[in-house]
């Protein structure tokens, strides 16, 4: 079994990471809130490559986001998938060390 940590960096990795969530949750039949209310035992045959599975059976994205600044994880956080996350899935700080 193979696992996938989606990392999402600055406005434009967070957005098209944002849509990506929507696309991935809506094929493996994950709501918005990362409850499993899909009809088909296909969707779930591979969810763990993408998703850990929380506790009460939720499902939650394996997938750091980062940017310096907060604005677009707010806009994110406050989308349609937002609940998705962990909140310390989120790092943003105008401090982070560049490579």
Not at 58 to 72: F, H, M, N, Q, S
């Amino acid at each position: 079994m193979r696992e996938i940590v989606h990392i999402q960096a600055g406005q434009c990795g967070n957005q098209i990471g944002a849509k990506f969530w929507e696309v991935i949750s809506d094929e493996h039949g994950i709501d918005p809130t990362g409850n499993y209310v899909g009809d088909s035992d296909l969707q779930l045959e591979r969810i763990s490559v993408y998703y850990n599975e929380a506790s009460s059976s939720k499902y939650v994205p394996r997938a750091i986001l980062v940017d310096l600044e907060p604005g677009t994880m707010d806009s994110v956080r406050s989308g349609a998938f937002g609940h998705l996350f962990r909140p310390d899935n989120f790092i943003f700080d105008k401090q982070l060390p560049l490579p």
